[in-house]
């Protein structure tokens, strides 16, 4: 059984950080690809990263790009997501979620999402 624990999540003053975690549990990493998403109340949810380690694919939505840090631990089975210099609009549920790696440029399909952690970014 696939399981998605994230944690990490916290109120902080903008211009702060906080390192999320996302534990997982019956996957491979090699065979998923890990992704970092959010939704703050109204707005419709949001991808902000995703790491493939298997192929050392990495991406990052352009509204977090040279903020946030995405990393993995093959031995922990646990992905980070490094967030600093948080802005109150970074204000949302983060959620992680885990995807099956067809192959190259396939676009990713998530089977697997974890409980949310809210981070709240006060102004």
């Known amino acids: 059984e696939v399981q998605l624990q994230a944690s990490g999540g916290g109120l902080v003053q903008a211009g702060g950080s906080l390192r999320l975690s996302c534990a997982a549990s019956?996957?491979?990493?090699?065979?998923?690809?890990i992704g970092w998403f959010r939704q703050a109340p109204g707005k419709e949810r949001e991808r902000v990263s995703a790491?493939?380690?298997?192929?050392?694919?990495?991406d990052y939505a352009d509204s977090v790009k040279g903020r946030f840090t995405i990393s993995s631990d093959h031995a922990e089975n646990t992905v980070y997501l490094q967030m600093n210099s948080l802005k109150p609009e970074d204000t949302a549920v983060y959620y992680c979620a885990a995807a099956p790696v067809i192959a190259p440029n396939v676009p990713f399909e998530y089977e697997y999402w974890g409980q949310g952690t809210q981070v709240t970014v006060s102004s």
């Open positions: 790491i493939s380690t298997g192929d050392g694919y990495i």
């Open positions: 019956g996957l491979d990493f090699d065979d998923y690809a």
